[in-house]
T-cell receptor, first 117, second 113 residues
Framework: KQEVTQIPAALSVPEGENLVLNCSFT??????LQWFRQDPGKGLTSLLL?????REQTSGRLNASLDKSSGRSTLYIAASQPGDSATYLC????????????????FGQGTILTVHP | NAGVTQTPKFRVLKTGQSMTLLCAQD?????MYWYRQDPGMGLRLIHY???????AKGEVPDGYNVSRLKKQNFLLGLESAAPSQTSVYFC????????????FGPGTRLTVL
């Protein structure tokens, strides 16, 4: 059974810092990995999608990497801003025995990020 | 393009009452999903559909039923609500290609008293 773990559970940083959020998964048989942002009381906004064949994806100040063989992904946020404060979730879409083509996502518990001025 | 929409946004039920949550998407996606999000448990898949007229169980299907009579709509029903069903419910959709991303709706916050 696929399990996804995110470390740290919570992170508080001053504005302007570069930071890294970590995601690990137990089954490397995946189609892709998706990073989401969730603001309090809101839905999930997709930030980056990395296919299993890719090593990284970039969008603005965000860079996500994927090391499928070791079951790890990182989300790097450059020059953090108070507006980046949110919960960040990673989710993997399994392709092995625990996954199917219908696209079941397995989510981590999330990292709560606070960027203070 | 509204993306994925959900109604209602909030609802309070008494134990034993029934209700239906509606999810609609305008992206012509084949696949649709219902998840629930609970503190400490993350998001878990309740039911999903791979096309109009089809539904299947996810990880936590007990106490819920679903229907997909039209491609753009996916309904989640609670026949007899229980306090354990207090949660935030998210609908998502995607193309049938497993390499595509899932798009999520804004959620429905349900409280069962």
């Amino acid at each position: 059974k696929q399990e996804v773990t995110q470390i740290p559970a919570a992170l508080s940083v001053p504005e302007g810092e570069n930071l890294v959020l970590n995601c690990s998964f137990t089954d490397s048989a995946i189609y892709n990995l998706q990073w989401f942002r969730q603001d309090p009381g809101k839905g999930l906004t997709s930030l980056l999608l990395i296919q299993s064949s890719q090593r990284e994806q970039t969008s603005g100040r965000l860079n996500a990497s994927l090391d499928k063989s070791s079951g790890r992904s990182t989300l790097y946020i450059a020059a953090s801003q108070p507006g980046d404060s949110a919960t960040y979730l990673c989710a993997v879409k399994g392709s092995g025995a625990g996954g199917t083509s219908y696209g079941k996502l397995t989510f981590g518990q999330g990292t709560i990020l606070t960027v203070h001025p | 393009n509204a993306g994925v929409t959900q109604t209602p946004k909030f609802r309070v039920l008494k134990t034993g009452q029934s209700m239906t949550l509606l999810c609609a998407q305008d992206m012509n996606h084949e696949y649709m999903y219902w998840y629930r999000q609970d503190p400490g448990m993350g998001l878990r898949l309740i039911h999903y559909s791979v096309g109009e007229g089809t539904t299947a169980k996810g990880e936590v299907p007990d106490g819920y039923n679903v229907s997909r009579l039209k491609k753009q709509n996916f309904l989640l029903g609670l026949e007899s609500a229980a306090p354990s069903q207090t949660s935030v419910y998210f609908c998502a959709s995607s193309y049938s290609n497993p390499y595509n991303e899932q798009f999520f709706g804004p959620g429905t916050r349900l409280t069962v008293l």
